[in-house]
């Protein structure tokens, strides 16, 4: 089976691509390759992010990688957390701080609108990097709900739904969201290639 890897050590990053492509191609997690490097994400865009650990993992492990970069960008805050949104409250990943601190920062505000952006960069599949976007709006709640999801899904609520992404199917959270959607093109992407492997660094 074909393989590349994801640029992650998330397992929830990781169930969900698997999950949406379904066995066409074998994914692999930085622990996987042996990568346990501190990866630089100090770029000024979703974009710029995705591929620099794109880049480092091709050119330093030799696998065809794709990497993302997501995060949540309310209207009420500026467009924060926007690519802070892993480590709005300091410490990387720690979804609780980083929930409290948004609702506390949201705290008397009227306009709870916000989206969720992805970008995904896939290196080693074609002569120069490919990007593939996936965005969805909604608004932020008052106080979580639901136990599913990660990250701010307990706060959002996608615009035509009544209830969060933590309350949600992980096959409906796919649906519309915006990793969904970004991996979407990816799978879409990579369908429509002529060649049946990715190109390899080793």
């Not at 379904?22 to 865009?45: K, N, Q, T």
């Not at 409250?89 to 929930?99: E, I």
Request: net charge negative.
């Amino acid at each position: 089976m074909e393989e590349f890897v994801f640029a992650t050590n998330n397992p929830h990053k990781l169930h969900e691509l698997r999950r949406l492509l379904d066995g066409r191609f074998r994914v692999l997690g930085l622990a996987d390759i042996g990568c346990h490097d501190d990866i630089p994400e100090d770029a000024d865009s979703f974009d710029g992010n995705a591929l620099a650990k794109a880049q480092w993992v091709y050119s330093r492990y030799g696998y065809a990688c794709a990497a993302d970069d997501s995060g949540l960008c309310v209207d009420a805050l500026g467009g924060a957390p926007g690519i802070h949104s892993a480590r709005f409250a300091g410490a990387h990943g720690d979804s609780k701080a980083n929930n409290a601190r948004l609702l506390e920062m949201m705290a008397g505000k009227t306009d709870r609108k916000a989206a969720f952006h992805t970008a995904i960069a896939l290196v080693g599949f074609a002569d120069s990097p490919m990007f593939f976007h996936g965005s969805v709006q909604g608004s932020i709640l008052e106080a979580p709900h639901g136990e599913g999801g990660f990250g701010y899904d307990p706060l959002f609520v996608p615009d035509g739904w009544d209830r969060t992404f933590a309350q949600a199917s992980e096959d409906e959270k796919n649906a519309v969201s915006h990793r969904g959607r970004a991996v979407a093109a990816l799978c879409k992407y990579l369908d429509s290639l002529n060649t049946s492997y990715p190109h390899q660094n080793k």
